[in-house]
C-alpha cells in the first residue's frame, strides 16, 4: 500500500457538509493524520501545501471528479467518497449511472454508503467490491446531537424574531434552477429528468399556495428556505409567479438551516433531506403531497412521516402540531434500508477507522502553511459580479455553496463537537486561505 501522509475532506456545501466533514476530520486527526478540510478550486491549491501523497476524501466519486483531481492521482493520491446527494435519489439505478462509473469504481479505494439500498444498487451494476462499505452518514449523528448545540444562540434570535413560524424547505432545483441539468446522452435519463422537472413545477406551486393560505387565512409567519443550489432572487420572483403576495412569507438563506429548523413550529416537506433533519432533531414534520404527488419516483421518506395530500389535511396537521405528530419517525427509520443507523453516534469514528485499515499513513509532520489574501476567490467574485449584472446567477450560487469562512467559526466548531463527544485534545488549527483550513494533531 502507498503511504499517505495527510487527508483533504473536500466540501461543496458548506451549510449542508461542513459540521458534519469536521465531525470527520477531528476522528482522522485523533488517529494521528493531517487534515486539510474546506473546497479547492484546483488540484494545485492542495499539492502546494507539500503533501505528495494523500487521500482525498470527496463527496461523490463521480467521473467528473476524477477528472477535476487528475493530477492529485498522478501524484499517487488515494480517493475515498461518501456521496452526499445518495440518501434521496430519484431512482438509485439512474443515480448510480449518472454519478458513478466502472472507472470511479475502479479507482476509488473507498466508497461510502448511505444505507444498504445504495450498496446493494451500485453492487447489481458493478459488481461486488471490497470498496463498497455501508457506513450511515455523520450527518445524523449531527442531527441527533442537535448539531452540537452550535446555534442555540441564533436559534433563540430566529423565534424571537419569527414566532411560532411554518418552515417550507424548497428542493425542486430541476424547476427552481434553470441552469440545473443533467447531461447525458441516455434517452431515459432525460426522460427521467424531464418528468422530475414537471412534478418539481406542481408542487412548488402547491407549496407557494399553501403558505399564502396559511399567511392569509391562519395569519401565520412563513418562511420558505431556498435549497442551497437555488438563487435567492430567482425563487422571490418564482413565489410571486407563483401566487404568494403576503407580507407572511418570507424566503430567506441565511445561515445553516438547522437553527430554522429547531425554532420552527411545524415542518412540511416533499421527498426532502431536511425532514430527517428535523425528524432527528424533534421538531414536527408532515409530508405535503397533493393530489399524492411525490417529487422522487422512490418516495419511501415521505412516509416516514404523517401525510398531508391537502390543505384542509395541511391545516389539521398545523392545529395538532404541539401533540408530537410525528412521534413514531424514529421507530420507522430504523427500519429504512436507505438509511444506516448501526454506526449512530460513531459514525465518524467508523468511518476514520475503515480509511486508517484500509490505508497505510505515515503522517506528514509539518504541511507548508501560508495564510495569504485568497485571489483566487477574489478572481471568481468579481466575476460572479459580472455575471449577475447580465442575468446570470449561476456563478454567483457556486460562491454561496462556500462562503468567506473565518478560522474562528472553524474553532468553535471544533470546539462544540470535542465539547459534545468529551475530547479534551488540543488540535491546531489554521487557516490557509478564505475556504480551506488545516486541523492537525
Known sequence: MNSLQACFIRVEVKKREFVSRIDLAIEMVKRGVPVVIGSCYNSEEILELGIDKGYLFGKCAQTVTLDFFKPLLEHGWT?????????????????????FSSISAD???????????????FEKIFGPRDSFIVSGNPRTDMWQAKCYNLYDRLKHDIKKKYGNFVLLPLNFTNYTNN??????????????????TKKAEFIFDNFC?????????????????????????TIKKLMVKHGVKSNLVECVATNDIFPWISAARILFHNCCTTSLEAGFSGTPVVTYAPSNMSL?????????????????????????????????????????????????????????NKILQRNKFEPLQNLKIHNRIDFKR???????????????????????????????????????ICKYRGYNEQFKINSINSRLFSITP
Open 79 to 99: 480517493f475515498g467518497a461518501l456521496d452526499e446527494e445518495g440518501l434521496l435519489p430519484d431512482n438509485l439505478e439512474f443515480f448510480a449511472a449518472e454519478r
Open 107 to 121: 479507482t476509488y479505494k473507498d466508497v461510502f454508503f448511505f444505507g444498504d439500498e445504495q450498496k446493494k444498487t
Open 179 to 196: 441552469s440545473y441539468e443533467i447531461i447525458s446522452s441516455d434517452e431515459d435519463l432525460q426522460l427521467n429528468y424531464k418528468t422530475l
Open 209 to 233: 399556495k399553501l403558505a399564502e393560505r396559511f399567511a392569509n387565512e391562519e395569519k401565520i409567519k412563513v418562511v420558505i428556505r431556498p435549497h442551497p443550489s437555488d438563487d435567492l432572487q
Open 296 to 352: 422522487l419516483d422512490n418516495s419511501e421518506v415521505n412516509n416516514l412521516f404523517p401525510v398531508a395530500h391537502s390543505y384542509e389535511d395541511a391545516l389539521a396537521f398545523l392545529a395538532n402540531s404541539e401533540n408530537n405528530i410525528s412521534s413514531d419517525f424514529k421507530d420507522r427509520v430504523v427500519n429504512w434500508k436507505s438509511l444506516s443507523l448501526e454506526n449512530s453516534g460513531n459514525t465518524a469514528s467508523f468511518i476514520a
Open 378 to 416: 477574489l478572481k471568481y467574485e468579481v466575476k460572479a459580479k459580472i455575471k449577475k449584472l447580465i442575468g446570470r446567477h449561476q456563478n454567483q450560487v457556486y460562491l454561496d455553496k462556500f462562503p468567506r469562512t473565518s478560522i474562528e467559526e472553524v474553532k468553535n466548531i471544533v470546539h462544540h
